[in-house]
């Protein structure tokens, strides 16, 4: 199996249960098993700034599926959540995205897939939470402790954990 770590976010709905589901979703223990689980992070807007916050958190998972195979699975889960790419503001008000942020150290440069993510070290609400779960993971040459310092966390706020 290979380790992975993704990202989900939503500000749609009761994004803290719609995020809880994609989890289950997507960890189904034969292709996809759940390692870790970061605290739920609620987030300012980023990128559209006229919308309500986030709510966001960082997985890290074993799995069997390829890079691609692991993006259409969870394409799949956020269309079931509600998601509509096709029709959606970039940057803008979604029931679920999920981002592969890291695939073991593999990089990919291919059409619709890249790894390591992009735009994770602009980006403070996914490094805080994968801070938790990955705090020594090496990316792009820095420890996920190092980029998190070096970002601007205003305004994000580590949610307690809800009763089960």
Same mark, same amino acid.
């Given at each position: 199996?290979?380790?992975a770590w993704l990202a989900l976010g939503g500000n749609v709905g009761d994004s803290r249960s719609t995020l809880d589901r994609a989890v289950k979703a997507l960890c189904n223990?034969?292709?996809i098993r759940l390692c870790a689980r970061s605290s739920d992070y609620r987030t300012p807007p980023w990128g559209f700034k006229y919308q309500p916050p986030f709510?966001?958190?960082c997985i890290a998972v074993e799995t069997t599926l390829s890079p691609r195979d692991l993006l259409a699975r969870a394409q799949a889960i956020e269309l079931q959540l509600g998601r509509d790419r096709a029709h959606e503001k970039r940057w803008g008000p979604?029931? +679920?995205d999920i981002d592969i942020i890291a695939y073991e150290n593999?990089?990919?440069h291919e059409l619709g897939l890249t790894v390591p993510h992009p735009r994770l070290f602009?980006?403070?609400f996914v490094l805080l939470p994968l801070a938790e779960i990955a705090p020594d993971l090496v990316i792009g040459g820095k420890t996920v402790r190092e980029a998190a310092a070096s970002v601007?966390? +205003?305004g994000i706020e580590r949610l307690a954990a809800r009763g089960t």
């Open positions: 199996m290979t380790q223990g034969k292709d709510i966001n958190l979604r029931t +679920a593999l990089v990919v602009e980006r403070a601007d966390s +205003a």
